[in-house]
């Protein structure tokens, strides 16, 4: 599951993008601090947009918040659409959507390598989407309030790399994962075959044929 991403954009371009879609962007407090970085790790702080206190249409406020609320094992930074024990959970309220433009996923060494035990990374874009969001819920917690990633089943895209997944949202989805009335079961799906650009990142290509030829 994704405990990674990526996010490059600034809060113009992203104001920008959701006024195309015809969704009011609020500010309550601020104008978030918006940072290019290439890793987003939960616990840090990140920009999301939440459907609004007021339920209004068509809105969505952006704040920053932090990634995954302490839970007994740690951050929860994935929630399982499922929810636990038979018991699904109300996805009708708090939702929000986290702002990306690419996630990672990390899987063992295709080649063995003996004297590096880093896992090799997997860098996800959406086709033809220059940024994207991830369907999310946010909760108040002793830390303050706190987002996390849905997640299900994964799809024929992710399952080459783990068998959960989160779930990337297209641009005419997004108003609707804000809007609260649409079911949730309408919307979390995994997306068609060929909509994700996969690219490895570590190792680089000449380090992995380098590991390859000394086998």
Known sequence: MCNDYRLLLDIATIADDFEGLKIRIRMPEGAPNVQARQD?????????????????HRVGELVSRRWGWPGKSGPVYNFRTEGFGGRPPDLSVQRCLILADGFYEFTDPEVPRPKDKRLDKWLFTMKDHDWFCIAGIWRDSPVGQCFSMLTMDAGEE???YHNRQ?????RDQWADWLNS????????RSL?????VV?????????????TLSL
């Open 158 to 160: 992710i399952a080459p």
């Open 40 to 56: 987003i790790r939960m616990t840090d702080m990140a920009p999301i947009v939440r459907t609004p206190a007021d339920g209004q």
């Open 199 to 211: 690219k490895r990142l570590y190792p680089p290509p000449g380090r992995l044929a380098q590991a």
């Open 166 to 170: 989160i779930i990337p949202l297209t």
């Open 181 to 188: 009335q649409v079911p949730a079961q309408e919307i979390l």
């Open 192 to 196: 068609p075959a060929g909509s994700l």
